[in-house]
Structures are given as C-alpha cells and as structure tokens.
C-alpha cells in the first residue's frame, strides 16, 4: 500500500460534538441499530434451531453452550483460581494456565453480585459481548464504505461457519469486540482508546498478538512516511506522542499474563511449555500439512480448495485497499490460526475474529442493488449456519 492510500483509505477522526460523548454515543446507537438487529435475528435463529434439534434428540441445548469443552475450563478458573491440571495416562499434562483470565474473570464478578450461575454469566458475557462485537464491525465497515456494507458485514459475521460459539460460553465475542473496537479506534486516530482495549484483548486470547502487530506495524509505518518527508526525528516523535503511547500500551495486557505464568511456574518459558503441553505450539504449518496428507483425496481436495478460498480472501482484501491496520490484523489473525500445530477442528473457530475476510463479499452483496438479493443470501446463510451450528453442538467433537 503506498503512501497516498494509506492517508486516502485512513477517515479523519469526527469534529467534536457541542453536547459531549453521550449524544454521540447515541446517535451511533441509533446508526447501529439495524445491523443490531440483523444480527440478533441470525443468532436467535441459530439457538431456535439448536432448541428445537435438542428437544428432538432428548439433550439439552443450555448444557451445550455453558457447560461443554473451554467452557468448563473458564468456569473452573472462575470457581476457584488457577492451579488445576489434567495428567493423561501417556503423560501428557493440560494445565488451566493455557486459558487466559478476563472471562472467567467477568464469570466470577457477574455471578457474585447477580443470581446467576458461572455457566449463565459466562453466556451473559458472551452474548452482550457479540452484540458489541456485530456492533464495532459494523461502524468499522459502515466508516469506509458506508452504512449499507456495515449492516451487511455483521450479519456476515453472525453467519460465519462456526458462528454457533459466538453463542457460547467462550472468549471468540468477547475478543472480537475488543478488537473491531481497538481497530475502529486506530481508524480514527484514538490511539490511546486502541492501546487500552489491546490490553484487555491481550488478558482474553493469545491471538491478540495480531491486534498488537496492526498497531505496531500501522505506527511504525507512519513515522516512517512522516520522517521520510523531511520532517525531523524529534518534531515526528512529538506530534505521535499519542500514537507511541497506544502502541507502548498494547502489548501489556498479554505480557502481563505471560510475566504471571512464568512467576508461577518458575520458568521464563514457561506459557509456552504450557502451550507446548496442549498441542498450541507454532510449527509453520506442518501439522495442518500432515493433517491433509493424512485425509482420503476426495476430503483433502476439499479442504485444499477452502484453504485456496481463503487465500483468495485475502487477496481480495489487499485489493479492496483496506485501511493497513484493518489489514495486518486480518491477515495475522489467519496466518496465527494455521501455523499452529493444535486440534485442527478448532481452525475456522479461531480464524473467526478475523472479521476483515468479510469485507469483500459484503461489499459484493451491497453492489446487488436489492435489498432483496442480500437479504435472501443472508437468509439462506443464515439458515445453514444454524444448521451446522446444532449438528455441531450435539455431535460429540469439540468446535
């Protein structure tokens, strides 16, 4: 991306509103308010279906969103601290420190002062979490490329494959709002708001090492450009300030809980040999090449021409020109979520904040010119990821 379509694609920051933040706030709200909507339509689908599917089948559909996998992980956390471990039979040891602590955090502060359960205030979070996350994809998509691609990109979003998690008690809502809200920040020049929310994406995922590379990269980016154009080293540093600030901020929220595994544990490697132990490890993708060498041809043709798509995808971003955060964060997100050597199952889980991907068929569905059109695609995708969502959930592997 050059240097004139990184100022062209980047929006000013708005002029101040003579009422202060809470008009704003809003009028945004009132802005939101459809794409809100959509995306409470498509997820109350997906559980309506996961209702009627379980009452069918004779199990129960709030014990697989609250009480399954990660879940219990988090929930175990919030009940009574770190410290709990499994050991297999082949040695092999799951510790909970693989699991990061802002939900089960928020788990143990909803249900100390609400009659809620841990399982119950963790869907509480993670539900009000997805209306936030559909909400800052939205502003994100609504700021570059209008109102009706905001609407679209959320809906997107709640239609992904595996959007059934953003159901669940896990941190995928609650990460991905703070990262469409960090980039949304970045867009218009709040650095400061952008550090601070990296550092509670940073105590909710590893994966927000993609959200700290957008910042680092989008500010190191800039001082260059503005060095290179004649301005001095001080002057640059000085009118960035705000800009270094957020950047030097972002990463603390992660480190910090590394720094604490490491303290506990007695191991400055330690996070990592906690990883290691869980299969999490980085490999630059040699078990997702092993996992495809291993598959019958027709699967593994399959599942080359999803990773081709997804490749594609990705070009197609570079070509939309989207905004450099917007991009490195996208980009990072998916290239993290194949180069590890974990459960190849929970692949497309974790690429789901990856929010970005979504930007070029949104902006496809938009140039239909019915609304119509797009709503029936939506329909039809929506309808199909409540269906793999229930069959998924009341199967017996893990997403």
């Given at each position: 991306?050059?240097?004139?379509?990184?100022?062209?694609?980047?929006?000013?920051?708005?002029?101040?509103?003579?009422?202060g933040p809470?008009?704003?706030?809003?009028?945004?709200?009132?802005?939101?308010?459809?794409a809100?909507?959509?995306?409470?339509?498509?997820?109350?689908?997906?559980?309506?279906?996961l209702w009627a599917a379980g009452h069918a089948s004779g199990k129960d559909p709030l014990a697989r969103l609250a009480g399954r996998w990660d879940s219990v992980w988090y929930q175990r956390i919030a009940e009574n601290g770190y410290g709990y471990t499994v050991t297999f039979p082949d040695g092999a040891a799951h510790s909970d420190l693989a699991f990061f602590p802002l939900l089960p955090a928020l788990e143990r502060g909803i249900s100390e002062v609400a009659p809620l359960t841990l399982g119950s205030a963790g869907l509480l979070v993670a539900w009000t979490a997805g209306?936030?996350?559909?909400?800052?994809?939205?502003?994100?998509?609504?700021?570059?490329?209008?109102?009706?691609?905001g609407v679209v990109l959320a809906a997107l979003w709640g239609v992904y494959p595996t959007a059934f998690v953003q159901s669940m008690a896990y941190t995928e809502t609650l990460f991905t709002a703070l990262a469409a809200w960090a980039v949304y920040a970045v867009l218009k020049g709040r650095w400061l708001v952008a550090g601070a929310l990296c550092v509670l994406a940073g105590l909710t995922r590893p994966s927000a090492a993609a959200l700290i590379a957008a910042l680092a990269i989008t500010a190191a980016v800039t001082l260059v450009r503005e060095y290179r154009a004649g301005n001095g080293l001080g002057p640059v540093l000085r009118r960035n300030a705000r800009m270094i600030a957020g950047v030097a901020l972002a990463p603390l929220g992660w480190l910090a809980y590394v720094v604490f595994v490491a303290v506990r544990e007695g191991s400055p490697v330690a996070y990592f040999e906690v990883q290691a132990q869980w299969g999490n490890s980085i490999d630059g993708g040699r078990a997702l090449a092993a996992f495809i060498a291993g598959l019958p041809l027709p699967a593994a043709l399959g599942l080359c021409a999803a990773l081709g798509l997804l490749g594609w995808l990705v070009v197609l971003c570079v070509r939309q020109r989207q905004p450099l955060p917007l991009l490195v964060y996208g980009i990072a997100v998916v290239v993290i979520s194949l180069i590890g050597a974990g459960y190849f199952g929970s692949r497309p889980r974790l690429m789901m904040p990856a929010f970005p991907l979504l930007l070029p068929p949104a902006a496809a569905l938009v140039r239909?010119?019915?609304a119509?059109?797009?709503?029936?695609v939506i329909a039809v995708l929506a309808c199909a990821s409540a269906a793999y969502g229930a069959w998924t959930l009341l199967g017996a592997g893990p997403p």
């Open positions: 991306m050059s240097d004139h379509q990184l100022r062209t694609r980047m929006p000013r920051a708005p002029a101040p509103h003579p009422r809470g008009p704003r706030a809003a009028t945004a709200l009132r802005a939101a308010a459809p809100l909507a959509v995306y409470a339509a498509v997820r109350a689908l997906g559980l309506l279906v209306l936030l996350a559909a909400w800052g994809i939205y502003a994100v998509g609504a700021a570059l490329y209008g109102r009706r691609t239909l010119r019915s119509g059109r797009t709503a029936a």
